[in-house]
């Protein structure tokens, strides 16, 4: 049986589109059968994420709307083995939480992880979104506003049964937290009060491939994801250190050096 995790944060732009996309590489990479769906409706990009947007043909309203089959819509990323099911590219309010949830029932044995992309706010498309997930990662970033609307969305996931729901520290900039000017990725996960399954940090090397939906390889970020597939998977707390490279004699001239530009 699947485990169906969304991926969630009520404030957007802070990662829940690139995690989704770089925790499905690196489970898919551990051999786990894996589903991504865009629950995004309207403001989708999940697809581009992935390099994918040129294929798509079916979408999730053609599955719900039975003008083709659930896996004529499938999408694989070819380098990874990952599937997907692209959203509507239309702002598809008919399609209510019961759909989606009975569209993903007909997937439970075929995959071992789906992971649904939830669209900002805590509105219907929320609602939609978490219904169809049995666990909740909910995204946020270091900045307040994001850490608020965080604390918001994991009070409501409270109102719903879900066998488990962690934080991912997403944008940590270690240079920040180690001169004392940005709270930590623990700290963080201690006032939100639920367990920590990711820290990611600040990687350009995220901006540069989200241009063309490249795979992430050997770039901080990407181990970050890779130890969040393995707590998952293994049910491990194994947590990147983004402080790492940003102490000793080296990490000061970096820290320096990142000043002066
Ligand atoms: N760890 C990171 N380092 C640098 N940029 C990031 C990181 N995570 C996300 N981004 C950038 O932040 C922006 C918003 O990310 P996205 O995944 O679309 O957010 P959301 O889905 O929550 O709206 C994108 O431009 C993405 O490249
Ligand atoms: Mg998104």
């Known amino acids: 049986m699947a485990r169906r995790i969304v991926l969630t944060s009520g404030k957007g732009g802070v990662g829940k589109t690139t995690v989704c996309a770089a925790l499905g590489r690196a489970l898919a990479r551990k051999r786990k059968r894996t589903l991504l769906v865009d629950a995004d409706f309207g403001l989708n990009n999940l697809d581009v994420a992935l390099g994918m947007e040129s294929r798509v043909v079916y ?107 962690g934080v991912i520290v997403n944008r940590v900039r270690g240079d920040l937290v180690v001169e004392g000017r940005c709270l930590s990725a623990d700290e963080i996960a201690d006032v939100l009060g639920h367990p920590a ?27 970050a994801m890779s130890m969040l597939a393995d707590n998952l998977v293994d049910g491990g707390r194994k947590l990147y250190d983004c402080t790492d490279g940003y102490r000793g004699v080296f990490g000061r001239l970096k820290m320096f050096l990142r000043r002066q530009i």
Do not use: W
């Open 197 to 223: 399954m990711a820290y990611v940090p600040e990687d350009d090397a995220v901006a540069i491939c989200g241009q063309t939906g490249a795979e992430l390889s050997y770039a901080p970020s990407m181990r």
């Open 59 to 165: 979408d999730i309203h053609d599955v719900a709307e039975g003008r083709c089959g659930l896996s004529a819509a499938l999408l694989t990323d070819d380098a990874s083995g990952l599937k997907l099911l692209p959203s509507t590219r239309v702002d598809c309010g008919r399609l209510s939480k019961n759909v989606l949830a009975s569209i993903l029932a007909r997937v439970d044995d075929d995959f071992d992880f789906v992971l649904i992309d939830c669209p900002a706010g805590i509105d219907e498309g929320f609602h939609r979104a978490v219904c169809a997930a049995d666990e909740a990662l909910v995204v946020t970033t270091p900045q307040p506003g994001a850490i608020r609307d965080a604390d918001k969305v994991l009070t409501l996931l409270g109102t719903y049964r879900l066998h488990a729901v």
